[in-house]
């Protein structure tokens, strides 16, 4: 879906300032330094993951984009907009008035948008609900926190696109254990971890979630 007319108003100076980056423009000296400055704003938006949430992390850049359009007119507003990304971000992230730090900010919303999704991304083991999540990474603080919110939940795994995977549980559940039985690994009851040496990289979630099903399925006699 493209912008709209009025839409192109505000993204315009930002095109401009990406091409001076892109096609390396050094004489457009303030165009070329918010480029740079606004090309790592986009590239490094990893708080909301683009393969579970493609249609949130687009929400999430596109704001990203119009906030940093207000500073693109600015005297020096490479440097002022460098100095607001952590803010800038965080305000996106706040589901209230209540101040934190980036990572739990991250985490809460995480939390909630998980929860808007979990019917789709839910899996079982022998009776055990457990929620199954790809390429998330670093997942402590988020899974205990989903788990917290989420009672009906007893463990949550997340898998890499190189098919390791991350497990946490609330201790109604010995994920080292699962871990061992899926694939050789280990860890501790509430976390542990493994790797699968025949899983495909794939873009598609359907795809992941059919191949732990099976695994899964396949260890709970």
Not at 140 to 147: D, E, G, K, Q, Y
Not at 184 to 205: L, R, S
Request: proline share 1%.
């Amino acid at each position: 879906e493209g912008f709209s007319c009025e839409e192109n108003a505000w993204i315009k100076p930002l095109v401009d300032c990406i091409n001076a980056v892109d096609i390396w423009l050094e004489d457009q000296t303030k165009n070329f330094e918010f480029g740079k400055v606004l090309m790592r704003l986009v590239t490094q938006a990893s708080e909301i993951n683009h393969v579970l949430f493609s249609n949130e992390n687009r929400e999430y850049r596109i704001w990203l984009l119009k906030t940093a359009a207000r500073f693109v007119n600015e005297i020096n507003g490479n440097i002022a907009l460098d100095d607001s990304i952590h803010f800038i971000k965080k305000e996106y992230l706040k589901l209230d008035d209540n101040n934190n730090t980036i990572d739990n900010l991250s985490a809460r919303y995480l939390v909630q948008t998980l929860e808007n999704k979990k019917e789709e991304l839910t899996v079982y083991y022998k009776g055990h609900k457990g929620l199954l999540t790809y390429t998330l990474g670093s997942i402590s603080i988020p899974a205990n926190a989903f788990l917290k919110s989420n009672k009906e939940y007893d463990f949550f795994i997340d898998m890499s696109r190189r098919g390791a995977i991350s497990l946490r549980a609330n201790g109604k559940v010995d994920v080292s254990l699962m871990a061992l039985k899926l694939a050789n690994g280990g860890g501790h009851p509430n976390a542990a971890g493994a790797k699968f040496d025949d899983f495909t990289e794939t873009i598609n979630y359907e795809n992941v979630k059919q191949y732990i099903e099976e695994k899964l399925k396949r260890i709970e006699s």
